[in-house]
């Protein structure tokens, strides 16, 4: 778990070292973002051999002499799964966040979120996933379907405005409001610092500045000029804070993080209701 996490955090962190407050950079975040919460599928996975064989002597032993009540199965898996994974998300955190270049000053939210809430999640949805199975290779194939699930229509690798009809798997998935608070977290609200690469040379009718030409459609569109008094050659940018790209191609706002923080916990919470529904009602004979 630690290595895993040490390592990944210093890869992705390494990736996208001190990415810049350009558009590029900004998308970069974006995605060193996503590519942190990829992470969730092998640590997940290195749970469901230890909780199998556990669960099969309690299912052997235990429950047939009614020596423990069946929530002290479930309550000492997660107690003592959640803090050595709190831990490597811990570790995971300080190798990635500064690394990547992320603001001091919005990192209290985002440890929150994905230091202690998301090690919560992962472990109580793999914990849930294996208790409908009967071995721990049908528990994997499982939870990487439905890992795949939760990724694919998170609203990162197919933008939120071109999921057409999909999206209504978009606000099923989880992911959707760890990303969305994450991102809209640490990367939301900045100004953008266009690259020379980045802007575009724009040129103005005659007896205009570039000001003026451009002024209604900054107003409308967003973006921002370099030489809003120059007469030719207008260097425009096309976004001038990150909210203006975020908002509609990835449905990404500041202002949810709240919000998106609250429904992630709901899901945590009912991972683990599941978790306990499954415990109870699901026999050895009925698993896939």
């Known amino acids: 778990k630690l290595t895993l996490n040490i390592f990944g955090g210093l890869f992705i962190g390494f990736t996208f070292f001190k990415s810049e407050d350009t558009i590029q950079g900004s998308q970069n975040k974006l995605f060193a973002v996503f590519m942190a919460t990829i992470l969730s599928a092998p640590l997940g996975g290195q749970l469901h051999v230890p909780y199998i ?18 929530s002290a199965l479930v309550t000492a898996q997660i107690l003592v799964e959640i803090p050595w994974n709190i831990l490597g998300s811990s570790l995971f955190f300080v190798c990635w966040y500064w690394t990547v270049g992320f603001p001091s000053s919005r990192g209290g939210y985002t440890y929150f979120m994905y230091g202690a809430l998301f090690p919560i999640y992962y472990t109580t949805i793999a914990l849930a996933v294996a208790s409908m199975c009967a071995t721990a290779e049908i528990a994997s194939l499982m939870f990487s379907f439905l890992f795949s699930f939760v990724l694919t229509f998170d609203g990162v690798v197919q933008p939120y405005r071109e999921l057409g009809w999909w999206r209504w798997m978009y606000h099923l998935s989880p992911f959707t409001y ?34 003026s030409f451009m002024g209604e459609y900054i107003q409308r569109a967003g973006g921002y000029l370099i030489n809003g008094d120059a007469a030719s050659d207008c260097q425009f940018c096309s976004s001038r804070t990150t909210d203006e790209w975020l908002g509609p191609t990835f449905n990404i706002y500041w202002h949810d993080r709240w919000r998106n923080l609250g429904l992630f916990i709901c899901y945590i919470v009912f991972n683990k209701d599941e978790l306990n529904g499954l415990v109870v009602s699901v026999p050895n004979e009925m698993m896939y």
Request: hydrophobic share 35%; proline share 6%.
């Open 178 to 211: 760890l990303i969305a608070g994450l991102v809209g977290q640490a990367v939301g609200r900045q100004p953008i610092n266009c690259s020379g690469e980045e802007l575009v040379t724009i040129q103005p009718p005659a007896g205009q500045t570039c000001g």
């Open 53 to 70: 064989k556990m669960r099969n002597i309690y299912e052997i032993r235990e429950r047939a002499s009614r020596m423990y009540h069946w």
